[in-house]
């Protein structure tokens, strides 16, 4: 039996989409999901000063934890987007505002958001689509807008795990490697695969795309547009990650924070 291995992060969503046991796996955060997703989005919001009177976009929404967290401090709009229909669909179900939009192309008017959050997102995004994306922030923020981008690491992941020219070669390799609960786990979706006639392709989905030291990153933005206000090391795992505050400013709405932030504090 023949296996492959794909990095498509798309279809890799859709994937864990269709095989969805808990929503909260759309976080992508691994064991312990809810509580370290939880927090990230409370220091978020945090970063972002949320008042009842902002519109938010949540660019890569994940499973909405930090929409239901804004809306019930009841600011006026949230809407994420993801990836996939199949992940908006989900989401969509909890009572939320979802839709589905890549970064590059997102389905959002000009100037309707006053918040903007794109958390854990970029590093999967190819490194020659995110000038376009990071443009797409500034289309869509309003002049005086706050604008989040989280998660950025400064170095590459590591490598994707070998492709073996057979089925039983890579269930050794998990064995060896990973131990007995992933190589059962890979060998049951070989048997659905097989079972349901389905090509044995296995979709990690996460190899690290895009990776910039924080000077080269901010240099990028603010070809965009955006204003750093500052950039911080990211405080959950993994550490070789850095947090973005910028803000979209125009003669009329100049920086203007209620705490003052230094870029690169």
């Known amino acids: ?28 955060r691994g064991n312990h999901k809810q509580e ?15 008042c009842p009177e902002d519109d938010m976009i949540d660019i890569g929404c994940g499973d909405g934890t930090l929409l239901q967290m ?26 939320l505002q979802v839709q589905q939009g890549f970064t590059d192309q997102l389905p959002v ?12 997102v970029l590093l999967v995004v190819p490194r020659e689509t995110i000038p376009a994306s990071l443009r797409e922030m500034y289309r869509i923020a309003r002049p005086g807008a706050r604008v989040f981008i989280g998660e950025i690491p400064f170095e590459p992941g590591p490598a994707p795990e070998p492709e073996f020219e057979s089925a039983a070669a890579t269930l050794a390799y998990l064995y060896r ?62 550490g070789n990650r850095y947090n973005y505050l910028f803000q979209k400013a125009s003669p009329a709405a100049p920086l203007n924070f209620n705490r003052r932030f230094s870029p690169n504090a």
Request: aromatic share 6%; net charge neutral; glycine share 6%.
């Open 1 to 28: 039996m023949m296996i492959t291995r794909s990095e498509d992060y798309v279809e890799y969503c859709r994937e864990t989409a269709r095989n969805l046991r808990d929503v909260q796996d759309l976080a992508l």
């Open 36 to 50: 370290i997703t939880r927090r990230i989005q409370e220091r978020i919001l945090q970063e972002i000063e949320l």
């Open 70 to 95: 804004a809306q019930a401090r009841g600011l006026r709009s949230a809407i994420g987007l993801l990836a996939t229909e199949e992940e908006a669909v989900i989401v969509r179900r909890l009572g």
């Open 109 to 120: 008017s000009d100037e309707s958001a006053s918040v903007v959050v794109c958390n854990n």
């Open 177 to 238: 490697t990973h131990g007995v609960r992933t190589c059962l786990g890979m060998l049951r979706r070989m048997i659905y695969w097989k079972l349901t006639g389905q090509p044995m392709i296995i979709r990690g989905g996460s190899t690290i795309c895009f990776y910039a030291q924080p000077q080269e990153f901010i240099a990028m933005a603010e070809s965009a547009g955006l204003h750093i206000v500052r950039s911080w090391a990211h405080q959950d795992w993994p």
